[in-house]
């Protein structure tokens, strides 16, 4: 803040302050420069957020127009618009082929029941034969 002053040169201005103004009203005089330079502060913190938003207010233009122009000359786009258009008509044939297939479909037979996941079918087959027991090697014993 006091870039401008040495230290001697703030006494020297001291001292002359308090002969010129005298000690009595010293104290007003230095609380009105307190006034002066809070005001002093504020008007350029005011102008600096002022420049500052008009600056913010600038680039956030210019982002917008970049943003419309990326819009508007967006080539991936176009290639995703074709790509639906192409998806669509693909999608529509297959529907007309499936809607045609189906109309062949039969109705299935009342009583052949497939059987949920886990669970087994029931036949009417006999059952399988027991497994024949196994013959020891030689020189084994049984």
Same mark, same amino acid.
């Given at each position: ?40 502060? %504020?008007? %350029? *913190? ?8 008009? %600056? ?16 508007? *000359? *967006? ?8 790509? *639906? ?9 297959a529907m007309a082929d499936g809607a045609a297939q189906t109309a062949e479909v039969t109705a299935p037979v009342e009583g052949s029941i497939e059987p949920r996941s ?11 034969? %027991? ?12």
């Amino acid at each position: 803040m006091f870039d401008l002053f040495s230290w001697s040169h703030i006494l020297i201005l001291l001292v002359v302050a308090l002969v010129v103004v005298g000690p009595k009203d010293l104290p007003r005089l230095m609380h009105m420069a307190g006034k002066w330079a809070g005001k002093a502060r %504020a008007m %350029a *913190n005011e102008f600096r957020k002022s420049f500052d938003e008009m %600056a913010r207010q600038t680039e956030l233009d210019e982002l917008r127009k970049e943003i419309e122009d990326l819009k508007k *000359n *967006n080539p991936v786009s176009d290639m995703m618009g074709a790509m *639906n258009d192409a998806t669509t008509s693909v999608n529509q044939a297959a529907m007309a082929d499936g809607a045609a297939q189906t109309a062949e479909v039969t109705a299935p037979v009342e009583g052949s029941i497939e059987p949920r996941s886990g669970e087994f079918e029931v036949t009417d087959h006999a059952a399988a034969p %027991a497994p024949a027991e196994a013959t020891p090697l030689p020189g084994h014993a049984p």
